[in-house]
């Protein structure tokens, strides 16, 4: 493992008995739960289908994205051993509806081609060391009819913003290792068709639709 990566991987394994409480933070959580459960609603899960979460942290999606269907498979999956511990802790599958949390590095995959039908990434790819490396393992392993539902953050539109990103990003870089300025629409778009499907705060916050392209 690169030595960004051990460091990402102990970061996170540090904060995980944090992770929620933070997370659940008022105000601030109310939001983020909003934009991950409507990021949810938009992989419109159907019977059959294989979903992976990529970059589960605690697996706090989980038990959302298992509740849109009947049939098929949840994977969660992170870099971080006790991140995939704690979310392990989360899921109850049924015959039916299997769930599973894996530690997986998803620059390196160790899943299959062409292996699922949706995946879903919030607040992960502005994480993720590489963003290229990571958008081309998304791109292998989902099916070629397949779609990403990605969540994350950036620069907002407006400058006058900025005084409230500025120290955001700052404090995510130092505490999460997280480059909330990143452009991730258009380091995804190398592989991807990428549709806006929202913005919220001043485009700060955004949740994008990724098909695979066809040229
Ligand atoms: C900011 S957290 C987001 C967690 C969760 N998706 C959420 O919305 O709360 C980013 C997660 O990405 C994971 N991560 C970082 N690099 C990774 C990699 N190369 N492969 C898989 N997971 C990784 C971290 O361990 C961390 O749990």
Redesign the pocket.
């Known amino acids: 493992m690169s030595e960004e990566?051990e460091k990402?991987?102990s970061r996170?394994d540090f904060w995980t008995p944090f992770y929620d409480a933070v997370?659940n933070f008022p105000l601030f959580s109310r939001y983020q739960r909003g934009w991950?459960k409507k990021a949810v609603k938009h992989l419109h899960a159907s019977d059959g289908d294989r979903i992976l979460?990529?970059?589960?942290?605690?697996g706090?999606?989980l038990p959302w994205i298992s509740k849109e269907f009947e049939k098929g498979s949840v994977i969660g999956?992170?870099?971080?051993e006790k991140?995939v511990e704690k979310a392990r802790t989360k899921v109850d599958g049924t015959d039916d509806l299997k769930i599973e949390v894996v530690q997986?590095?998803?620059?390196d995959s160790s899943f299959p081609s062409d292996h699922f039908d949706k995946i879903i990434a919030?607040?992960?790819f502005t994480?993720?060391?590489n963003v290229d490396k990571?958008a081309s393992e998304c791109a292998r392993i989902l099916k070629p009819d397949g779609k990403m539902i990605v969540l994350d953050t950036g620069k907002p539109e407006k400058t006058h913003a900025n005084i409230l990103f500025y120290p955001m990003m700052v404090s995510a870089k130092i505490f999460?290792r997280?480059h909330m300025d990143r452009e991730i629409k258009k380091e995804l778009s190398e592989y991807f068709e990428v549709k806006t499907l929202e913005k919220n705060m001043l485009g700060m916050v955004y949740t994008l639709k990724c098909k695979l392209r066809s040229d």
């Open positions: 990566k990402i991987s996170y997370d991950k979460d990529v970059g589960t942290g605690t706090q999606l999956s992170d870099i971080s991140m997986d590095d998803i620059e919030t607040f992960a994480t993720f060391p990571a999460g997280t």
